[in-house]
């Protein structure tokens, strides 16, 4: 059985053991349904209940403006408390500005309140952006020159409890109240009549008096935090001061405990203001870029953020601000787009600031201008953030016993549906739980994602732990998971149950795929049922704490178990067209019809939907594959091509022209001369000399011999105006009146000599050649040579 309970500042309302007579009914939206002759308790009612917004803060800002501030460290103090009064993530919430001196002769007050306690909403921040600047002018007839702190936190206790004597509690559920005070320096009323007659008994009173009033502080419930800047600080006083007020933070983690901060000087306090700030109402402070005008700065909302500002420290009103989200649109500073809800403040003043509820997680930019003479300040952006979860809770079983352990599973997602499943975004988050009702006092256990048992597995955030239903449980119970981190926040509502009692006579197993699919795809499941009654019993399947826009059905909605049986029933659940991409959240339930809709069990839905495939993506397997077996069969082509070419390649056959057995002339092939495997030659007979062979470059004419080598490897000489004959390397041919004897049967690898013409020694002189005509240390009429076209074809194709 599962919950959907939307996050808040400490407390994630968990589960609900609705239990009846043997077993725990709820509705189909998981609210719990009475059992017969029974009305169940309802959910826990009143604001905070209702309200999904972040956790409101009542705040007063206390400005130190005595004499020994500079000018330009009075301004950047003011800066400071309109960052904080502009930058507040919650319309509810309500600020207060105050500076404060010190009241040396008549006329004079230690305080100046120059904004009264307003609501931080559009309006309210509004005016603040305005009457916080009053910060910058001191008026010496109104306020002295010291420092007096008693004074400061009197009057920012009085005005945040709403009493005079500053003693109203903080009830239950009541908006924490801070005091972030601001000073550069120490305690100073030797001038104030008010706490003593001479100079040393005022110090002394001062002191008596400041600690009387963080005494009145804790008791009414007021957080002190301090920051001082500069080198005359007392640090012990400020550390007096954070310890002497209300010690109880916004959560239990360390962090959140009021504590005194220093800075060097006060260029840094804006920074150090704002990180305090974010301490203290349990958020997160982003730094992002800086620059002067004209210039894009950035900074970063994570996805697990559903609540931010945007601060950006102007200085200069001149300058404008333009606001962009991480997919790069222009944002509306009022109204809203694409789910989220902006609303700006401050633009006519030194600090601005946009609020946005649910903001687009990712890089947001932020583009400043001003006029020339408007363009010397750097600008610094910085995001306020806070998490408000909400959680899907899981029990098993989903209807203990008095006397049973149950096992309780969480799991968390913003409100605009993205479910949380990186374990860096809830650094340091603890989880605890706690168990009430009547006939028992209130048990407590934790949760843990450690993978331990029973956790199931370290860093999935599905954080778990078990707990013993009291044997004197007797009626309703209670149970309220608390989660507490920096900048995490969830709801406070606890849901309600009754005490079931006998053993249930239908028991049920579900589980669910995880999965990935496309919008359209379908989520295998199994629903295993065991029927102890009498009877048939019609189980429903229903779907719970679906992501925001999921279009989830589930096929078949009800099965029917039959008695004394067990059984499985398969089922799916089907993801629309309609459904965004991302984590989907949520549960399915399986419910007994016929006892109240009672939950038997319940599982978390772990579905991640993508983008369907592209038709690269889908096919580019088979098109890489095709390709692949192309050039595979182009390779083997071309390795069959050119060892056929190899094999009619005549580089290195020499031709001998002999007469009577002597050798009267040589022609050597070299690489390159004989394309397509033809060599073509012709016999010089001239008056009074020698016959001489002569190569014919790019096939010559009819006249010319052709010396052919086939794919097989046989040799073909052609003489001119005749047909084709076999030669056999080494025997002599006829070739008119004289003889041709070809030597070199196969062609030489690229690279390798030439294979010798003869085992003789080769004749010198101009009897032999190496060739042909034009060749190096050849003779007769230069008509060609290696360098002739290569490529050239035989004047006979047919041969």
């Not at 005079?164 to 100073?188: E, I, Q, W």
């Not at 870029?289 to 953020?305: R, Y």
């Not at 959680?391 to 968390?412: F, H, I, N, W, Y």
Request: aromatic share 4%; with cysteine.
């Amino acid at each position: 059985m599962q919950w959907n309970n939307k996050g808040g500042a400490l407390l994630l309302a968990g589960a609900l053991l609705a239990l009846s007579g043997p077993l725990a009914a709820t509705t189909a939206s998981g609210a719990p349904r009475p059992p017969a002759g029974k009305t169940a308790a309802a959910p826990a009612e009143g604001p905070e209940a209702l309200v999904e917004g972040p956790d409101p803060i009542d705040f007063a800002v206390v400005v130190d403006q005595s004499a020994s501030l500079a000018d330009k460290d009075l301004a950047r103090e003011t800066e400071a408390a309109a960052l904080l009064s502009q930058g507040e993530i919650s319309e509810r919430s309500r600020a207060t500005v105050i500076g404060f001196g010190s009241s040396e002769r008549p006329g004079q007050s230690p305080v100046r309140e120059v904004c009264p306690l307003t609501v931080a909403d559009a309006a309210g921040r509004e005016r603040l952006s305005d009457c916080v600047q009053e910060l910058n002018r001191r008026d010496p007839a109104r306020t002295g020159p010291g420092t007096d702190f008693p004074a400061a936190i009197r009057q920012a206790v009085t005005r945040l409890t709403g009493t005079a004597k500053g003693t109203g509690k903080a009830g239950k559920g009541a908006a924490p109240r801070v005091v972030f005070l601001l000073t550069d320096g120490r305690l100073d009323v030797a001038d104030s009549p008010e706490y003593g007659p001479d100079r040393d008994s005022r110090q002394a009173n001062g002191a008596r008096r400041l600690t009387e009033e963080l005494a009145r502080a804790r008791a009414a419930g007021v957080q002190i935090w301090p920051l001082g800047f500069g080198q005359e600080i007392d640090r012990a006083a400020l550390t007096a001061m954070a310890a002497g007020g209300h010690l109880g933070g916004c959560s239990e983690i360390p962090g959140s405990v009021p504590r005194m901060r220093v800075v060097d000087t006060s260029a840094e306090i804006d920074k150090a203001l704002q990180e305090t700030f974010a301490a203290a109402r349990c958020a997160r402070i982003a730094h992002g870029t800086v620059g002067k005008p004209p210039a894009d700065l950035t900074v970063v909302i994570p996805p697990i953020a559903t609540d931010g500002s945007l601060t950006v420290a102007k200085h200069d009103p001149k300058v404008r601000v333009t606001y962009f989200d991480p997919a790069g649109r222009k944002v509306p500073v009022r109204g809203e787009f694409d789910g989220s809800a902006f609303e700006v403040s401050g633009q006519n003043g030194p600090v601005e600031a946009l609020r946005v509820t649910n903001p687009l997680p990712g890089r947001w930019r932020v583009h400043i201008e001003a006029p020339e003479g408007h363009r010397d300040r750097e600008v610094a952006v910085r995001a306020l953030w806070q998490g408000r979860l909400r959680s899907t809770v899981v029990l098993d079983p989903a209807s203990p016993r008095a006397g049973e352990q149950v096992k309780v599973e969480v799991r968390m997602q913003t409100r605009r549906g993205v479910v949380v499943t990186d374990p860096k975004q809830l650094a340091g988050l603890s989880v605890a739980a706690d168990l009430s009702g009547e006939g028992f006092e209130p048990v407590a256990f934790r949760l843990a994602d450690d993978g331990k048992a029973p956790d199931a597995k370290a860093g999935d955030v599905r954080f778990t732990g078990t707990l013993t239903v009291p044997a004197g449980a007797t009626g309703d119970l209670e149970l309220v998971t608390r989660m507490e981190a920096p900048g995490i926040t969830s709801d406070r509502r606890p849901l309600h149950a009754v005490v079931a009692g006998d053993a249930p006579l239908v028991t049920a197993a579900l589980t669910v795929d995880q999965a990935t699919v496309h919008p359209g795809g379908t989520v295998h499941g199994t629903l295993d049922v065991t029927n102890n009654d009498a009877e048939p019993r019609t189980l429903r399947l229903a779907l719970g704490d679906q992501t925001p826009g999921a279009e989830l059905a589930v096929a078949p909605a009800t099965v029917t178990a039959q008695p004394n049986r067990s059984a499985r029933f398969p089922f799916t659940v089907t993801v629309g067209d309609g459904t965004p991409l991302g984590e989907l959240g949520g549960r399915i339930s399986v419910m007994d019809t016929g006892d109240g809709d009672r939950v038997l069990r319940g599982a978390f839905l772990d579905i991640r939907v993508v983008a369907p495939p592209s038709w690269w993506e889908r096919w580019w397997k088979v098109v890489a594959g095709g390709a692949a077996v192309l050039l595979v069969l182009g390779a083997l082509v071309g390795i069959r091509l050119v060892a056929w070419r190899r094999r009619r390649d005549l580089t290195g056959v020499t031709l001998e022209l002999c007469q009577d057995g002597q050798l009267i002339d040589s022609l050597t092939v070299h690489r390159g001369q004989s394309p397509g495997g033809a060599y073509a030659f012709a016999v010089d007979e001239r008056y009074g000399a020698p016959p001489t062979l002569r190569r014919i470059p790019g096939g010559g004419s009819s006249t010319a011999h052709v010396l052919r080598r086939t794919g097989a490897g046989e040799l073909l000489l052609r003489p001119s105006g005749g047909a084709r004959i076999p030669v056999r390397t080494g025997e002599p041919t006829a070739l008119g009146a004289h003889e041709l004897v070809v030597r070199g049967g196969r062609p030489a690898p690229r690279g390798a000599r030439a294979t010798p013409w003869s085992r003789r020694p080769p004749r010198t002189g101009p009897g032999t050649r190496g060739g042909g005509a034009g060749d190096p240390g050849g003779s007769g009429p230069v008509t060609g040579g290696p360098d002739a076209s290569p490529g050239a074809s035989d004047y006979d194709p047919a041969f």
